[in-house]
């Protein structure tokens, strides 16, 4: 099939003002938010279930390479081209306008459709006092639903480990290249494809359609025990991890999920926040290891966040803090979507800076004063390392008692939030997830580039903060931690010095992480950057009958696309 006959399929299939071709249309699909970019043939956004199985089918009888892509907001560049040395032509599957969401069991689990996002899960879920497996994106703001499922991230909070399922609807494509649609949702939906995803789009099916099975779970739902095994010498979570790896969960878009079936859990009466700052790191091992090995009550969340990343996020991020107090998080998709079409216009124009508007919220934001309570500048300006314990009901009190009792001390001391305080600190600490790539658009004179990492420690390992040789750090302008500290999970991010070569420092870090027991990426799939391990290997070779799969490196082998 030629690729005029294929645009022109496509067309018909979801509308011609969904079928996007000009690089300057298609910039905001192929250029990843802190990874990758690359040509496309088209970007096709379809609107509803049917249209993106019949644009699959397309694609794969004119034999192209099918990338499917949500909020694109991946740490790897997993949801977007890298380069131009594909042997066939790529085409991106947008899911963002097919995002219903239906309530099942009472609001006890969900259905969710392909683009609907953390942001839209969280308030529909609201008024009826449950809440949804991960909130707000723990390391790029404005994620969606699938983006977790499908790349072993979502994270944040302590008692659900990161989003997981074993019960989706999905397409696959054989070896011969015909694509099957395959339905583990338990619900009954009738057989012929394209009735079944017109279906459970419309939520036309019954509360006797509904299946449980005893043996398929809809969360990680033994992740408090596992977590709590503080003296395991292997991570509590990471991408190749086998017990996560099922199906379309940790799938990477190795085939194309339509629907996935989740647990969804109570919502808390009373929750607080209790902020720690110390000099001394070795006091928040200690806080963590009493915790998980002596608390009845799990804390909620419990994110860290060093001083040079406080300084980075409430400078580079203040923007993201500031739309959400004012805006709320419902907005964000919106302004999103507006900043890419307004960037990629800009693109048109040489003599424009690139990113313009990165640089327009960043100088707006100069005209509003200082955003955060008195109390948290007081404790970046007296700590270096920084953790929010967010404690609900019962574990308020359980946790005002032990941290009483060690503080003050000699290096370190504690506070107790106002839910102002509470709210803005956590907001700080997410809005650290994308401060990094505000730095480097609006320092690209003296930037080589970002090298992003999310890394899993050995539950086990008391010496969790890194101390990195001075090889490594002068080559370094910023090195930004941040992360879920109970499951010893951290994202790091280094600012590269203008010169040095960004792929050259982040292999010099894989040595060291190596050598430290620990796995990487954490939460977040290989995408082009990493070696996928043999377990995750094993996976995707499950999902793709026609074994094409190379597990060599992401940047050379495309380890994120379905072949």
């Known amino acids: 099939m030629s690729n ?83 042997d066939r032509e790529i085409v991106i599957i947008s899911t963002l306008r097919v995002a219903k969401i239906h309530l099942i069991r009472d609001g006890k689990q969900v259905i969710c459709l392909p683009g609907a996002t953390l942001f839209q899960l969280e308030d529909m879920l609201n008024p009826i006092g449950r809440n949804p497996h991960s909130v707000i994106g723990s390391s790029c703001i404005g994620a969606s639903v699938f983006g977790g499922v ?56 019954r509360p006797e359609d509904i299946e449980d099975d005893p043996t398929r779970h809809c969360s990680d739902h033994d992740y408090q025990d596992h977590v709590r095994k503080i003296d395991e010498e292997t991570p509590s979570r990471f991408n190749a991890d086998p017990k996560r790896l099922f199906e379309s ?35 928040l091992a200690q806080i963590r290891r009493h915790i998980l090995g002596n608390f009845k009550n799990l804390p909620i969340e419990g ?4 001083r040079e990343a406080f300084d980075v996020a409430e400078k580079y991020g203040k923007d993201m803090v500031l739309s959400i107090l004012y805006l709320g998080t419902s907005k964000l998709p919106f302004l999103f979507a507006m900043k890419g079409m307004f960037d990629a216009f800009c693109s048109r124009f040489s003599f424009l800076p690139r990113d313009p508007s990165d640089w327009i919220m960043y100088l707006s934001t100069k005209l509003f004063p200082k955003y955060l309570p008195k109390r948290l500048y007081d404790y ?39 839910p102002k305080e509470g709210e803005k600190a956590f907001l700080l600490r997410f809005a650290a997830a994308g401060a990094a790539i505000r730095y480097r658009t609006i320092h690209r004179r003296e930037v080589s580039d970002i090298v992003a990492l999310d890394v899993a420690l050995p539950r086990n390992e008391r010496s969790w903060f890194e101390h990195l040789p001075d ?75 026609s074994n094409s799969f190379n597990p060599g490196i992401g940047h050379t082998s495309k380890l994120a696309h379905w072949k």
């Open 4 to 86: 005029t006959q294929l645009i022109s399929d496509l067309e018909k299939i979801v509308g011609a003002r969904h079928v996007l071709t000009k690089p300057s249309a298609t910039r905001r699909f192929r250029k990843g938010f802190r990874f990758g970019d690359g040509p496309a043939l088209a970007v096709v956004r379809p609107g509803s279930l049917v249209e993106m199985w019949r644009s699959l089918r397309a694609c794969s009888e004119a034999g192209k390479i099918v990338l499917m892509q949500a909020a694109n907001t991946g740490l790897t560049g997993g949801s977007t081209p890298d380069g131009d040395t594909y």
């Open 471 to 545: 090889s490594i750090t002068s080559k370094l302008i910023h090195k930004l931690y941040y992360g879920h500290f109970f499951c010893h999970v951290f994202h790091q991010d280094y600012v590269v010095k203008k010169g040095f070569d960004p792929m050259e420092v982040e292999h010099e870090m894989w040595r060291i992480l190596d050598q430290r027991h620990a796995e990487y990426p954490a939460e977040h799939n290989v995408g082009h950057l990493y070696y996928a391990k043999p377990s995750l290997v094993s996976h995707y070779r499950s999902l793709d009958p």
């Open 303 to 306: 994110e860290y966040l060093h």
């Open 150 to 205: 499908c790349n072993n991230s979502g994270g944040a909070l302590i008692h659900r480990g990161p989003a997981f399922t074993q019960m989706t609807l999905y397409a696959q494509i054989d070896d011969v290249g015909q694509v099957h649609l395959v339905n583990h949702l338990g619900i009954r939906l009738g057989n012929d494809p394209e009735t079944i995803l017109k279906r459970i789009e419309a939520g036309d099916f």
């Open 380 to 418: 970046r300006s007296r700590f270096e390392h920084h953790l929010m314990l967010k404690m609900a009901d019962d574990g308020i009190d359980e946790a005002r008692s032990y941290l009483s009792s060690i503080f003050p001390s000699a290096q370190g001391a504690c506070f107790e939030c106002t």
């Open 249 to 283: 969960a940790g799938g990477a878009g190795k085939v194309m999920i339509f629907a996935v079936r989740l647990d969804t859990f109570p919502k808390e009466k009373r929750t607080t926040v209790f902020y720690i700052g110390t000099n001394n790191p070795d006091e």
